[in-house]
């Protein structure tokens, strides 16, 4: 059995809903984290800037790439050079639209938005929702130069509308759209919008509704003429809550894969607590969440670039006395733990599983395997992570997809190729995936933390005892 109580369930579930309700874009994750991390102890080290001297035995930092991204480490008290690396990697986006360079859109008395898709999300469930905004703006300041400001409006300023059944009969059967033209949101009339008191000069010509820039600008206590540009998303308004008659599950979007980002911000953070640990260990802890998982990853603040490569090197580099194989070396000690939430099976529809592989929500998180290599779980890491499981009463399930659906993929499979890094694959179950409303247990989130918790205490001590070159 493991050692959490209900009470310290309940509190992780309790996080995690403030956590998403608090992180309405990739943005607006890191810079939750960042806060959260500062309050740690954490001390924030910049890429353009010699990290030389500023890194030591025992010490807490992190960095940020593009505002999206985030990389948290903690340097154990006897590490060296070519020491190992104890990696939980996740990411901070989530399918959902953006908004277009140009937006602004007229049609049939509205004003529409017009949007990007984003990834590969089940787009009819955002029909009919409460939406908002949210996201970055660059803003001119008074010296000459810009400001990344951060915005998310609360209020619910846009809806993508269904059409009636009595326009469409064959909804009945089948429920089709085209994302160019059936995506696109609402944001006012035009009597109104023109009408408004709030809105700016009606005959200027813009990229987008001035009474959208309007609103942007109020949010940030700037002029409109003080925007430049800006990276917005549309987000569901409903917050994040628990729900289910016995409180055991939570309804959220982005749990893809903010479940996973913050049960490892939470993980690097909690193993900390133990001063002789962290003391003891030869090992640099290290939590990385990438931006752009869900169209690939390749981009400079994604896990398909240098990023975990760049930080690595660095944190080697600091130290000194290091032979000119720090790096390698290092690599052939690391692990990790590429965490991104797994398909719980449904009941409504449990034959899309294979039979002996149907995570089910409240019984822990799942291995991931795939032998064409969709995952990059191999006997060797599944090995150490149910070992750390077993050893501190976490249960583990096994996910395989069925040999007839395809499989997606994670970072995983990536980072293991470009660094030669063992990786386990694994996450915690998730019903609606993809959804604006997804699903996972309560229960889940305080064992994954639980989990990561162990891997970074542990790994270091476990890897000295297995033989696998």
């Known amino acids: ?16 809903v403030d956590f998403v309700n608090k992180a309405p874009s990739p943005f607006h994750v890191v810079d939750v984290c960042r806060t959260w991390l500062k309050g740690a102890q954490f001390v924030e080290l910049k890429e353009k800037q010699s990290w030389t001297g500023a890194i030591k035995p025992n010490g807490r930092y992190f960095f940020t790439r593009n505002g999206s991204s985030i990389v948290a480490f903690a340097v154990g008290g006897k ?10 990697g996740a990411h901070t986006d989530s399918p959902c639209f953006k908004l277009k360079p140009v937006s602004k ?33 660059m803003v001119r300041n008074g010296a000459g130069g810009y400001d990344s400001r951060l915005v998310s409006i609360q209020d619910p300023i846009m809806r993508i509308p269904s059409l009636a059944i009595h326009l469409d009969r ?45 609103r942007i600008a109020k949010e940030l206590s700037v002029e409109v003429s003080d925007i430049a540009d800006f990276e917005l998303c549309l987000y569901d308004t409903q917050k994040a809550t628990i729900g289910g008659i016995c409180n055991e599950f939570i309804y959220a979007s982005r749990l893809d894969n903010l479940n996973s980002s913050y049960c490892a911000v939470e993980g690097l953070i909690n193993s900390l607590s133990n001063e002789s640990s962290a003391a003891e260990d030869s090992h640099v802890r290290m939590v990385a969440l990438f931006d752009n998982e869900e169209v690939g990853s390749t981009s400079a603040y ?25 790096f390698e070396e290092s690599i052939a000690n690391s692990f990790m733990i590429s965490s991104d939430v797994t398909h719980a099976v449904h009941p409504n529809y449990s034959e899309k599983h294979e039979e002996n592989h149907r995570p089910e929500l409240q019984k822990g998180p799942s291995i991931k395997v795939n032998a064409n290599q969709s995952y990059a779980t191999t006997s060797v890491t599944s090995t150490i992570l149910k070992d750390i499981a077993k050893r501190n009463g976490i ?15 994670t970072i995983g499979p990536m980072l293991s190729a470009q ?34 918790e162990h891997f970074f205490e542990e790994f270091a001590g476990l890897d000295a005892k297995i033989t696998a070159d």
């Open 302 to 326: 994604g896990a398909n670039s240098a990023l975990i490569e760049s930080a690595i090197r660095r944190i080697q580099a600091s130290c000194s006395n290091g032979s000119a194989t720090a």
């Open 79 to 88: 590490f060296r050079p070519g020491s190992g690396i104890s990696i939980v």
């Open 105 to 137: 859109k007229t049609n049939s008395g509205f004003l529409q938005v017009g949007v990007q898709v984003y990834g590969g999300g089940l787009w009819h469930t955002w029909f009919d929702r409460d939406l908002s905004i949210a996201g970055r703006v």
């Open 170 to 214: 064959s909804v009945r059967e089948a429920f089709t759209y085209n994302k160019e033209t059936h995506l696109t949101p609402i944001l006012a009339t035009v009597a109104n919008a023109l009408n408004g008191e709030n809105a700016t000069d009606k005959n200027i010509k813009c990229a987008h509704h001035p009474i959208l820039l309007d």
């Open 395 to 409: 249960p583990i399930q096994e996910f395989v997809v069925r040999n007839d659906s395809p499989c997606g993929s």
């Open 1 to 16: 059995m493991n050692s959490l109580s209900k009470a310290q369930l309940q509190r992780q579930a309790e996080q995690l």
């Open 419 to 452: 660094l030669g890094l063992r990786t386990v694959d694994m996450g915690n179950p998730l019903l609606s995936m993809h959804s604006i409303r997804e699903v996972c247990g309560t229960d889940d989130v305080g064992l994954c933390v639980k989990l990561f």
